[in-house]
């Protein structure tokens, strides 16, 4: 269909042509014809464009902004404060844990207290019979000593209970390090826990990692700091290179590029797969819109305008890129050429219109 369309649209250019006697000597088409076939042009000049290619990528967690929640003793949830998908903040409390290691140490540390109120008693009393010469020295010693050895007892037994973390209400209290979410929760009110038990995974996902996947002979051309854009299907979000992989993935034959990228705005989830944006320097030379090139069997021409005369000039392309083409040879900086409107000119001079 389009190819017909086409077709009877050459046709009415022609005889509209020939009505208009638009070739009126040799090449020419008058400047009033020129803007009815919507024909434009520009001179060529030398330029410099930046090189910015688009590869597949993933969305995974900074692992950064991870925390995976455990207690350091076996013992039983009594008190969950948060659940799944609630936000959290660091130093909130998360669970109450009842833990027999923490029911002794606090029985402990209360006789340990008593013992140091009885001992601290007695010292003071033999500090003033001794002060007034009623005992020996070696007796007010002796209640010294034993005052000092149950008060470094007690902290000891304190110290031993801290490395635990905070105890409120006789329950070990589980807190959060960070800010984020609670991504995970694997307990409930009544389980047993331990090293070998998570509780719950925590993620904040203001920052995020963007991996994404390069050619080999790409990754020459990219350097740690350079900034990308993450195109996801909601939004646009931009990072910085943090990571080149040493290593080729077995799976995409591509090397893996991770990518910090500013999640403030949510639009990026872990395990969305985007696209990632990301510039590789520039390239100088002389460029032509992708629209003034036309593709024959002969290789490639663009519309060389002299006047008002035109000509197909054979050109050879290099690197097509952001909708341009590099010109390698053919034309030269400050040659005129269409770049709008070739319909009619690819009809002329080679017979047909390029799709």
């Known amino acids: 269909m389009r190819n017909i369309l086409l077709f009877f649209l050459l046709i009415s250019l022609i005889v509209f042509a020939e009505e208009e006697n638009i070739v009126s000597e040799g090449n020419e088409i008058p400047p009033s014809i020129q803007k009815s076939l919507g024909i434009k042009t520009e001179k060529l000049k030398e330029r410099e464009i930046p090189i910015v290619k688009k590869y597949p990528a993933v969305v995974k967690d900074d692992l950064t902004l991870s925390e995976d929640i455990y207690s350091p003793l076996e013992g039983l949830v009594k008190k969950l404060f948060v659940k799944e998908g609630d936000r959290v903040k660091k130093g909130q409390k998360l669970a109450y844990v009842y833990s027999p290691e923490i029911a002794k140490l606090i029985t402990q540390i209360k006789q340990a207290e008593a013992l140091v109120s009885n001992y601290r008693e007695l010292y003071e009393n033999e500090k003033a019979l001794y002060q007034k010469k009623v005992i020996s020295y070696s007796r007010y010693f002796n209640a010294k000593i034993q005052y000092k050895n149950a008060l470094a007892k007690l902290n000891a037994l304190k110290k031993q209970l801290s490395i635990y973390g905070e105890v409120e209400k006789g329950y070990l209290v589980l807190k959060s390090h960070i800010d984020?979410?609670?991504?995970?929760?694997?307990?409930?009110?009544?389980?047993?826990?331990?090293?070998?038990?998570?509780?719950?995974?925590?993620h904040a996902h203001d920052r995020v990692w963007t991996v994404a996947f390069i050619p080999v002979e790409d990754t020459t051309l990219i350097r740690k700091g350079e900034k990308a854009t993450v195109i996801s299907p909601i939004g646009k979000a931009q990072g910085v290179v943090d990571y080149i992989g040493h290593y080729v993935d077995k799976e995409t034959k591509r090397v893996p590029v991770r990518i910090i990228t500013d999640n403030s705005k949510d639009i990026l989830k872990p395990g969305m797969f985007v696209n990632v944006k990301i510039s590789l320097g520039s390239l100088k030379g002389l460029f032509i819109p992708a629209s003034a090139v036309a593709l024959t069997d002969e290789g490639s021409f663009v519309f060389k305008k002299e006047g008002n005369s035109f000509e197909a000039v054979k050109v050879k392309l290099g690197k097509r890129m952001n909708g341009l083409y590099q010109v390698l040879s053919g034309v030269k900086e400050g040659d005129e050429i269409v770049v709008k409107g070739t319909v009619y000119l690819k009809a002329k001079f080679f017979g047909e219109a390029e799709e």
């Open 180 to 202: 984020g979410y609670i991504a995970h929760q694997e307990v409930v009110l009544g389980d047993s826990v331990g090293l070998d038990k998570k509780l719950f995974k925590i």
